[in-house]
């Protein structure tokens, strides 16, 4: 079964750097043709893709945010972490991460995590 | 910036048929960018329902259908049901390792 988890503050404060953890389960980082993605929600507004990490190390980025996301795995841990820098109220958001699933050349989502709503705000 | 937008909003009666879009503003949608959908109730997690166009997820029900008709991409719901009452979003691979979300589609049933 696979299974995907976020952690992180809560609450960061504006220009702060924000750092979230997705640990997961049922499937490992090291295998060939595995991928993990973050996701986000405003409050009430749609869903935004940031940034994707794949079992090579390939790493890809959000164009507009692409300045102030790193993501980065530890196999070891089964972990992917996601660094957005200068946070402002504008980033509060619930962030996701899910596997990346494929099938030939088509890609999605899924599993998802629960998710982790941070706030901005000082 | 590419844009991807879907209809805010449809309502749908109990047993009726939907059709939601998803449109690409710098041209069509075709099955080259693999297009997903993903379901979410309130304080949940997305759920996926179709990818790469037109396949289902496994468990989704077979009134979810997923299509390209004309220049975007479609998820119908045949026989609406009231747990079918969610936000959906489509996904597109835009190549080189990125994606973009639509604006989402609010269904409610009624």
């Known amino acids: 079964q696979v299974t995907l988890k976020e952690s992180g503050p809560a609450l960061v404060k504006p220009t702060q750097t924000l750092t979230l953890t997705c640990t997961f389960s049922?499937?490992?980082?090291?295998?060939?043709?595995?991928?993990v993605g973050w996701i986000r929600q405003p409050p009430g507004k749609a869903l935004e893709w940031l940034a994707r990490?794949?079992?090579?190390?390939?790493?890809f980025y959000s164009t507009s945010l692409q300045t102030r996301l790193t993501i980065s795995k530890d196999t070891s841990k089964n972990q992917v972490v996601l660094t957005m820098t200068n946070m402002d109220s504008v980033d509060t958001a619930t962030y996701y991460c899910?596997?990346?699933?494929?099938?030939?050349?088509?890609?999605?989502?899924?599993?998802w995590g629960q998710g982790t709503l941070v706030t901005v705000s000082s | 910036q590419t844009v991807v937008t879907q209809e805010p909003s449809f309502s749908v009666s109990p047993g009726g048929t939907v059709t939601l879009t998803c449109d690409l503003s710098s041209g069509s949608v075709s099955t080259g960018y693999y297009p997903s959908w993903y379901q979410q109730t309130p304080g949940q997690a997305p759920r996926t329902l179709i990818y790469s166009t037109n396949i289902r997820s496994s468990g989704v029900p077979d009134r979810f259908s997923g299509s390209i008709l004309g220049n975007k991409a479609a998820l119908t719901i045949t026989g609406a049901q009231a747990d079918d009452e969610a936000d959906y979003y489509c996904v597109l691979y835009m190549g080189g390792g990125t994606y973009v979300f639509g604006t989402g589609t609010k269904v409610t049933v009624l």
């Open positions: 899910a596997r990346i699933r494929e099938s030939g050349a088509a890609t999605w989502f899924d599993p």
């Open positions: 990490i794949d079992w090579d190390d390939d790493k």
């Open positions: 049922g499937f490992s980082l090291s295998t060939t043709g595995v991928r």
